[in-house]
């Protein structure tokens, strides 16, 4: 029995768990294709078709597969209603989606993220300059004592100006999340794209959004708390021992929950799940596919990582030329004291890296969920009546969005 709940299409009602991928198509629908993988051809598809006999016409090819003699084998035709084709997904084909997303609705996804990524960077400037320590220098000619005296301030230091770097960045999650869901879900439909649409669509769930963006991260510091707890209590030198494995070990956990729950945020938005339900959810589509998935989001953090730097390191190397002490203190490692000039360039890079970087990483993780359910739900099949594809049979009966 399938429980998946279905699409939740743009301009749609709430899905229920009986309208899932394995839901018996209404009558005038055409009978879904057999699923098979890219790996492996559907049945009596095994070896060439035998060629035909005197007097007698070779059948046609199946629809939506090429013609010639090797078209029963390769990778199927799909259809294209949107940034990427209505079948299991490439590595190379998630990636060009999210980027052709943000292509095709610049004007929209670009308003978002900028404006995210200013407040974002405002904030931590204004925080930055007036209300959090100035990181202390540790002084090579002081006593071993003293030098570690110092070194623990520094980290003291760093753990408190880290804390509202955190906060801010789970809240542009929280927002970019929210609103760019929705974008890349109208894109693989190929439908128009406005702020005003994204956001009637998102409101209604950013309650729940939120109580999930603080729900993983506190699932996060207690799994890490769990670990390191016991080596902290025994203390001396077998207590650093145990922090050490017991903090690894933490690690390995946290980064499999993560991969494991990565999903979650597209199903609690466009399946309309519950903050614990839209984690089983995710569990139960990641399931299988642990490493493919790890792999893609780590392929995925490196490059929005590169192209950050590509953006940035311009404006912090011309604001450490034009602020502090120069360029020079930038290569010796000096603590200089920072004005205004450096601070608002090296702000301005990381907003426009940021507004760069949060669409690709929002669309990646979407189209992951899409993928996932075209193989697992054949949502394929759903999608396509939804984008009105020929052959594929008329739109859900509760879908009124006019069709680009």
């Given at each position: 029995?399938?429980?998946?709940?279905?699409?939740?299409?743009?301009?749609?009602?709430?899905?229920?768990?009986?309208?899932g991928?394995?839901?018996?198509?209404p009558?005038?629908?055409?009978?879904?294709?057999?699923?098979?993988?890219?790996?492996?051809?559907?049945?009596?598809?095994?070896?060439?078709?035998?060629?035909?006999?005197?007097?007698?016409?070779a059948?046609?090819?199946?629809?939506?597969?090429?013609?010639?003699?090797?078209?029963?084998?390769?990778?199927?035709?799909?259809p294209?209603?949107?940034v990427?084709?209505?079948?299991p997904?490439?590595?190379?084909?998630?990636?060009?989606?999210?980027?052709?997303?943000?292509?095709?609705?610049?004007?929209?996804?670009?308003?978002?993220?900028?404006?995210?990524?200013?407040?974002?960077?405002?904030?931590?400037?204004?925080?930055?300059r007036?209300?959090?320590?100035?990181?202390?220098?540790?002084?090579?000619?002081?006593?071993?004592?003293?030098q570690?005296?110092?070194l623990?301030?520094?980290?003291?230091?760093?753990?408190?100006?880290?804390?509202?770097?955190?906060?801010?960045?789970?809240?542009?999650?929280?927002?970019?999340?929210?609103?760019?869901?929705?974008?890349?879900?109208?894109?693989?439909?190929?439908?128009?794209?406005t702020?005003?649409?994204?956001?009637?669509?998102?409101?209604?769930?950013?309650?729940?959004?939120?109580?999930?963006?603080?729900?993983?991260?506190?699932?996060?510091v207690?799994?890490?708390?769990?670990?390191?707890?016991?080596?902290?209590?025994?203390?001396?030198?077998?207590?650093?021992?145990?922090?050490?494995?017991?903090?690894?070990?933490?690690v390995?956990?946290?980064?499999?929950l993560?991969?494991?729950?990565?999903?979650a945020?597209?199903?609690?938005?466009?399946?309309r799940?519950?903050?614990?339900?839209?984690?089983?959810?995710?569990a139960?589509?990641?399931?299988?596919?642990?490493?493919?998935?790890?792999?893609?989001?780590?392929?995925?953090?490196?490059?929005?990582?590169?192209?950050?730097?590509?953006?940035?390191?311009?404006?912090?190397?011309v604001?450490?030329?034009?602020?502090?002490?120069?360029?020079?203190?930038m290569?010796?490692?000096?603590?200089?004291?920072?004005g205004?000039?450096?601070?608002?360039?090296?702000?301005?890079?990381?907003?426009?890296?940021?507004?760069?970087?949060?669409?690709?990483?929002?669309?990646?993780?979407?189209?992951?969920?899409?993928?996932?359910?075209?193989?697992?739900?054949?949502?394929?099949?759903?999608?396509?009546?939804?984008?009105?594809?020929?052959?594929?049979?008329?739109?859900?009966p509760?879908?009124?969005?006019?069709?680009?």
């Amino acid at each position: 029995m399938n429980d998946s709940p279905g699409w939740a299409s743009p301009g749609s009602p709430s899905p229920s768990d009986d309208q899932g991928a394995g839901a018996p198509h209404p009558a005038g629908d055409q009978a879904p294709a057999p699923k098979w993988s890219e790996n492996q051809p559907p049945a009596a598809q095994w070896s060439p078709p035998a060629a035909p006999g005197p007097g007698r016409q070779a059948p046609p090819p199946p629809p939506g597969r090429g013609g010639g003699p090797y078209a029963g084998w390769g990778r199927p035709t799909a259809p294209k209603p949107g940034v990427i084709p209505l079948r299991p997904l490439g590595v190379g084909e998630i990636l060009d989606g999210a980027v052709s997303t943000l292509r095709a609705h610049w004007r929209t996804v670009l308003g978002i993220t900028l404006a995210v990524s200013a407040v974002v960077q405002i904030t931590q400037i204004l925080l930055q300059r007036y209300v959090l320590p100035q990181q202390p220098q540790i002084n090579p000619d002081a006593s071993p004592s003293e030098q570690l005296e110092q070194l623990a301030e520094s980290l003291r230091v760093s753990m408190v100006s880290a804390a509202p770097a955190m906060l801010l960045g789970l809240m542009a999650t929280f927002v970019t999340t929210a609103l760019l869901t929705f974008v890349v879900s109208r894109s693989v439909l190929g439908r128009p794209v406005t702020f005003s649409d994204v956001w009637s669509e998102a409101r209604p769930r950013l309650l729940p959004l939120l109580g999930l963006t603080f729900l993983v991260p506190l699932i996060v510091v207690a799994v890490v708390a769990v670990g390191i707890a016991p080596g902290l209590l025994i203390g001396s030198g077998a207590g650093a021992l145990l922090v050490f494995l017991g903090g690894l070990g933490a690690v390995l956990v946290v980064l499999w929950l993560t991969v494991r729950f990565s999903l979650a945020y597209s199903a609690l938005m466009l399946e309309r799940q519950g903050v614990l339900a839209s984690l089983r959810r995710s569990a139960k589509l990641v399931q299988g596919s642990w490493w493919r998935i790890f792999g893609i989001l780590i392929l995925t953090a490196l490059l929005t990582f590169v192209v950050a730097m590509i953006v940035s390191l311009p404006f912090t190397i011309v604001a450490y030329a034009v602020d502090g002490d120069g360029i020079d203190a930038m290569f010796a490692g000096g603590n200089a004291q920072l004005g205004w000039t450096f601070l608002i360039i090296s702000g301005i890079g990381a907003v426009i890296a940021s507004a760069i970087m949060y669409p690709i990483s929002a669309g990646v993780t979407v189209l992951l969920y899409v993928d996932q359910r075209i193989r697992r739900e054949a949502l394929d099949l759903e999608l396509g009546r939804a984008a009105g594809v020929p052959g594929y049979g008329p739109a859900s009966p509760g879908d009124t969005t006019p069709r680009s």
